[in-house]
């Protein structure tokens, strides 16, 4: 089966301006979990992208082997679809039979709709464990932690939440619901829950985060989408 998405509302692009797709969700993008639920229902994606963009096409070509098909066109479809798959506003990958189309996203901010998908991610993390245990490993239950990181004995864990590799906290708050990129720098007494940092976010000591997505173009409130520009206590490197 092939599932067509329609892809005619950039939100704002402010993961290293990069489309909605190719957003940060651990080690990998919102393309690469939405193919995961069509691939266990053996289902293929087809995108209809509104206007060309170079970068989803490359990613598509560089990343999906066969075995997980996903094709790329530009403009309406030009046959009646077999089913389309879309976003709900939980995060939840929906696939529906028919000739009904719709838009990817729901009428709401992308950033609620990107953080509801990665607290499934989370959810699925503390309930069924990791699928890339090479990766990734369990240091207490709901917590997941890459290679090469640097956690003092005092830093508090509170999961589900995830660490990316090369990343260093240092007698923090940590959790719930909490997703932390690469590379990232969490200082002394700072608490962070509710919150994503992309790879290479910087935390100073006794910053409180909660509700918040930090990257390289800024601080926003991910249930509204409001920005909040970078402050001397939440830098990105």
Not at 117 to 139: C, F, N, T, Y
Not at 185 to 197: M, Q
């Amino acid at each position: 089966m092939t599932c067509d998405a329609i892809i005619s509302r950039q939100p704002n692009q402010w993961v290293e301006d990069r489309p909605f797709l190719l957003w940060d969700l651990g080690t990998h993008h919102v393309l690469d979990h939405w193919m995961d639920v069509l691939f266990r229902s053996n289902a293929t994606l087809r995108l209809w992208l509104e206007a060309p963009d170079e970068r989803v096409y490359a990613y598509v070509c560089e990343t999906f082997p066969i075995n997980r098909r996903v094709q790329v066109a530009t403009g309406p479809p030009t046959s009646r679809p077999e089913a389309c798959t879309f976003l709900d506003t939980t995060g939840n990958v929906v696939i529906r039979r028919g000739a009904q189309l719709t838009h990817y996203l729901p009428k709401q901010p992308a950033s609620q709709t990107w953080f509801a998908m990665a607290q499934r991610w989370l959810d699925g993390l503390q309930k069924s464990g990791s699928k890339v245990p090479e990766l990734e490993h369990q240091i207490a239950p709901g917590v997941y932690v890459g290679h090469h990181c640097s956690i003092s004995r005092d830093t508090v864990f509170h999961a589900p939440c995830w660490v990316g590799s090369g990343t260093t906290i240092h007698g923090a708050s940590v959790g719930p619901r909490v997703v932390v990129g690469e590379n990232c720098v969490i200082s002394r007494g700072a608490t962070v829950s509710d919150t994503y940092l992309i790879t290479g976010t910087y935390v100073s000591p006794h910053t409180k985060m909660s509700g918040l997505a930090a990257g390289p173009a800024g601080i926003i409130t991910h249930t509204t989408g409001s920005c909040i520009f970078p402050s001397r206590s939440v830098e990105t490197q």
